[in-house]
Structures are given as C-alpha cells and as structure tokens.
C-alpha cells in the first residue's frame, strides 16, 4: 500500500487549502483513512479520519474548520481546510488503518500505512 498526499503550500491566515491522498496498491477493499500532523518542534498528532463506512472524527482544534471526505472510485481521501490559523503549520501526513480508532486514540505507533506528508505553512 501506498500513500501519496498532494496539494500542501503557503497560505495566509484565514485561507484554504486541500489537501489529497491516494492510495495505491490497496487491497481488500476500502479502509479507514485520516491524518496526522506534524508542526515545527511538536509531537505528532491526529487530525480526522473517516471510516469505510463514512464516519468521521475530528481533532477539537479543527472541528468546524477542517472537513474530510473520500471518494472511494478514485481511492483518494481529501481534506478541506478553511479559516486556517498559522498554528494549523504542519506537515499533513495522509494514513491508512483497518478503522478509525488508532487515529481516534492518537496512537500513531498503532497505525498501519503512512504517506510520506505535504507541508502547510500559515502566514500571519
């Protein structure tokens, strides 16, 4: 399996992106897919994910800002992400699990596949 995010760069503070992942090479069928961040001198952290089955989680400091979804014709998951703070700068890394729980528990140690991550960097 593989992970290719897209569609990081520079934004100013309040601005949007998109970010997109495919995954390639899955088998088995749909699984979860959600995202990690990584800001400058922090820990790893959860993002979102979205399940098989649609159902979605979402880290407190971007809920009501950040919305993920997936098309599973197009194995591609994407993440919207409005009214983007400079504190929002990471680098997104897209992953894959059977389900959503080890992004909900934040265990990144638990995660199966990782993407190789995008930067998103806010300008005040």
């Known amino acids: 399996v593989q992970l290719v995010e897209s569609g990081g760069g520079l934004v100013q503070t309040g601005g949007s992106l998109r970010l997109s992942c495919v995954v390639f090479r899955s088998v088995g069928g749909p699984k979860a897919v959600g995202w990690f961040r990584q800001g400058p001198g922090k820990e790893r952290t959860a993002v979102s994910c979205?399940?098989?089955?649609?159902?979605?989680i979402y880290a407190d400091s971007v809920k009501g800002r950040f919305t993920i979804s997936r098309d599973n014709n197009k194995n591609t998951a994407y993440l919207q992400m409005n009214s983007l703070k400079p504190e929002d700068t990471a680098v997104y890394y897209c992953?894959?699990?059977?389900?959503?729980?080890?992004?909900?528990?934040?265990?990144?140690?638990?995660?199966?596949?990782w993407g190789k991550g995008t930067l998103v960097t806010v300008s005040s």
């Open positions: 979205i399940s098989k089955g649609g159902s979605i």
């Open positions: 992953v894959r699990d059977s389900d959503c729980t080890t992004v909900a528990l934040d265990w990144r140690d638990g995660i199966e596949y």
